[in-house]
């Protein structure tokens, strides 16, 4: 069975930084690619950024230039550092994988728990 556990949500100050981990585990045999969504209250859930396994990465407008995302492949690995942070930036945030798990045919989308990140003074 796979598992997406996140860690590294809090509590930040606007312009501090905070770094989000997120890691696969189970019976995986390839993942394709990896990301972060956020959802404030009230708003549809956004994607913020996501990664391909060559490393090749996308993001929402509003995260370029102080988000990084990076990924551990070896390890089904994915974080996101988030820099400069805004109260616009609260959200639950919530790890994503594509892949495919052993034994199954196709590949699925899997979901973490939810990280709630709070920017505020």
């Known amino acids: 069975q796979v598992q997406l556990l996140e860690s590294g949500g809090g509590l930040v100050q606007p312009g501090g930084s905070l770094r989000l981990s997120c890691a696969a585990s189970?019976?995986?045999?390839?993942?394709?690619?990896m990301g972060w969504y956020r959802q404030a209250p009230g708003k549809q859930r956004e994607l913020v950024a996501h990664?391909?396994?060559?490393?090749?990465?996308k993001y929402a407008d509003s995260v370029k230039g102080r988000f990084t995302i990076s990924r551990d492949n070896a390890n089904n690995m994915v974080f996101l550092q988030m820099n400069s942070l805004k109260p616009e930036d609260t959200a639950v945030y919530s790890c994503?994988?594509?892949?495919?798990?052993?034994?199954?045919?196709?590949?699925?989308?899997?979901w973490g728990q939810g990280a709630q990140v709070t920017v505020s003074a």
């Open positions: 189970g019976s995986i045999f390839n993942i394709r690619t």
């Open positions: 994503n994988a594509d892949l495919l798990a052993s034994g199954d045919y196709a590949y699925k989308q899997y």
């Open positions: 990664i391909i396994s060559s490393g090749s990465a």
